[in-house]
């Protein structure tokens, strides 16, 4: 049963060295889950000589006002035989055998985190203790509750204190010793008072009286003791401290234990009680509930941590790995990030996930409608027809057919496609765009880095830009070709009329009657409306070629040449994480380190069992 207490003992340090001792954290806590005997007392109770006793040893600060400013996590552990020493967490390599140095570290320490001030901390100090004269236990030694703030303190301080032995001694998981005088009315006590609001039943609380020696000429303790008045579900137990003369005759403390059982011993009030009181009795009454209530509690705890690994390994997992310290490290890792978004930003064009679809949309509705909207009739009007054909002929007439009237009036016609061509290689590229920053947002690892994110935002945009002057170009490039080489076999596939036009021998004016007008803008259209369908096949093409397929080829090909340029300061700048989620992330790994330690350790203690 021992190593109960020595598992808890390791939980607590683990705890202790993590910043993990208690307070509200948006951290999962393990220290609120180990049972622990919490030492409650008001100033001058005695509250110091009765943890002296139960350690054998003059090792707490003494004086006047409040000494004890920061909890003490006091760690006892029973050794076979050597010398007795000490050992600081906060001092992992050092071992103390002169005690005296004991209460200076315990006073500089606290002076250390409370700036030599008299004002409290709520930072526990960690001192285990190895002696053949104690049992192994456990116990928080916590400042001394007060009425009055003394000089050099806030007024708050008494509130303060009061707020930091409440924390502790409310939980569940705490056993509380209160500390109370003998000699003063126990309806008076404050280690009575904060016990009963935490604890009405008394089901956690151990009540001990000090002082009993010092009880005025015909009063005793006898009813408090014997469990008649301010009952508790266990027995009250007295102890006799060292009188301040002891002290400061440095009376040995195995010598004032002997005193004490002499005392119980050979008191007639006490002499029937005498087995169950002193210092010795309370350690190891102590001890043994404390491993019965730690043994009570393994199942919880194991299921407890069982769970909260799982919640740290999951948040972990959604933090993402932390940023490598070498040049190939920090080079590789961007790279990956970066080529997981390019993953990502291809599955939206190729359907996996949402998205691509829209260019479809620019291909089959956006596209056909604008072409059609294109009013070719305005263009083809008798009047410009006339007036082109006739200027084409400048000073002489057309023999055989008006060719540079026809080409002029074609050529005029289909420069109004390249409206709806350039605005489909717009709309693409508007769509490709926003798959870029829907594909960002969607790359869980980029959420950590805000300066790489920023930048391969940036790169694919730039990216995207060039692909679209070059599909803008290429476009167009249709549209001109079809401008500059027209389809002769669609001319030499149309019926020749003699009457007209077909004959050079009538007059030039009759060549452009009306009818010779409109047969001229039909035929004009007819073409037209052949290169647009044409056309309406071949700019999908070349978007998809210049743009779609290059993006989807090409699109970080830039930002990892010139990554590759950077120096070692230039890419911990683009792995920038956001010092919250730094110290989230290194919070979480220690953690997660102590439950898993944890987790070791009960199993291993469950499975002695």
């Known amino acids: 049963m021992e190593n109960l207490i020595t598992l808890v003992n390791k939980l607590q340090r683990a705890c202790t060295a993590l910043g993990d001792h208690g307070e509200e954290s948006a951290l999962p806590t393990l220290w609120d889950s180990l049972p622990a005997i919490a030492v409650v007392g008001g100033q001058s109770s005695g509250k110091s000589s009765v943890l002296e006793s139960i350690v054998g040893k003059d090792f707490l600060p003494r004086g006047s006002g409040i000494v004890t400013r920061r909890p003490l996590v ?72 007060t009425k009055v703030a ?194 990502i930003f ?87 765009k926003e798959l870029v920053h829907k594909s960002i947002s969607e790359t869980v690892e980029l959420k950590q880095y805000p300066t790489l994110r920023a930048e391969v935002a940036n790169a694919a945009c730039e990216s995207l830009d060039r692909m679209k002057e070059e599909s803008k170009r290429a476009t167009l490039q249709l549209v001109d070709m079809e401008c500059g080489y027209l389809t002769v076999e669609f001319f030499r596939k149309l019926p020749q009329d003699i009457e007209k036009g077909g004959n050079p021998s009538h007059s030039i004016f009759d060549r452009y009657n009306d009818a010779y007008l409109r047969r001229v803008g039909t035929t004009v259209l007819a073409y037209i409306n052949m290169v647009c369908a044409s056309l309406r096949n071949a700019i999908p093409k070349s978007i998809v070629y210049c743009q779609v397929r290059e993006a989807k080829r090409s699109l970080l090909d830039y930002f990892f040449a010139e990554l590759g340029k950077k120096e070692t300061k230039q890419l911990s700048s683009l792995l920038d994480e956001d010092p919250t989620i730094m110290q989230r992330r290194t919070s979480l790994a220690k953690r997660l380190e102590l439950y898993r330690s944890a987790q070791a350790e009960i199993e291993a203690v469950a499975w002695a069992k």
């Open 346 to 432: 291809r599955e939206h064009l190729d359907g996996t996930r949402s998205g691509g679809d829209k260019i479809y949309g620019v291909f089959d509705n956006q596209l056909p409608a604008a072409l059609k909207r294109l009013q070719f009739d305005k263009n083809l009007s008798m009047d410009n027809v006339r007036k082109l054909i006739t200027e084409a002929d400048g000073y002489q007439p057309h023999l055989i057919a008006p060719e540079q009237g026809y080409r002029r009036l074609i050529e005029s016609s289909l420069g109004t496609i390249k409206g709806p061509a350039e605005a489909a290689v717009d709309a693409v590229h508007a769509i490709l």
């Open 74 to 145: 006091l760690q006892l552990h029973r050794i076979d035989e050597g010398r007795e020493y000490a050992e600081f967490m906060h001092l992992p390599r050092k071992r103390f055998t002169d005690f005296a140095a004991v209460r200076q570290e315990i006073s500089d320490e606290t002076d250390r985190e409370t700036g030599r001030s008299k004002q409290i901390s709520s930072v526990p100090i960690h001192l285990s203790i190895f002696s053949p004269n104690v049992v192994n236990l456990t116990l928080v030694d916590l400042p001394g509750l």
């Open 150 to 343: 003394v000089e050099g303190q806030q007024e708050s301080i008494v509130q303060d204190i009061e707020n930091m032995v409440r924390a502790y001694i409310e939980k569940p998981n705490c056993i509380i010793l209160a500390i109370s005088p003998a000699n003063q009315d126990l309806a008076t006590s404050d280690a009575i008072k904060i016990s009963r609001e935490v604890d009405p039943k008394g089901e956690r609380t151990f009540g001990v009286l000090t002082k009993i020696d010092l009880m005025d000429k015909g009063t005793d303790a006898v009813d408090i003791l014997e469990g008649r008045a301010y009952k508790l579900q266990y027995p009250w137990i007295g102890v006799v401290n060292r009188s301040q003369a002891d002290i400061n005759k440095s009376v040995d403390m195995i010598a004032a234990r002997k005193r004490e059982r002499e005392y119980f011993s050979s008191s007639p009030e006490y002499r029937h009680l005498a087995s169950r009181m002193g210092s010795e009795y309370l350690g190891k009454v102590l001890s043994k509930h404390l491993e019965t209530v730690i043994k009570s509690r393994i199942p919880g705890l194991q299921s407890l941590i069982n769970k909260t690994i799982i919640e740290l390994e999951t948040e972990l997992s959604r933090l993402g790995k932390p940023v490598a310290t070498d040049t190939g490290g920090k080079l590789y890792m961007i790279m990956e990030i970066s080529r997981g978004f390019d993953q």
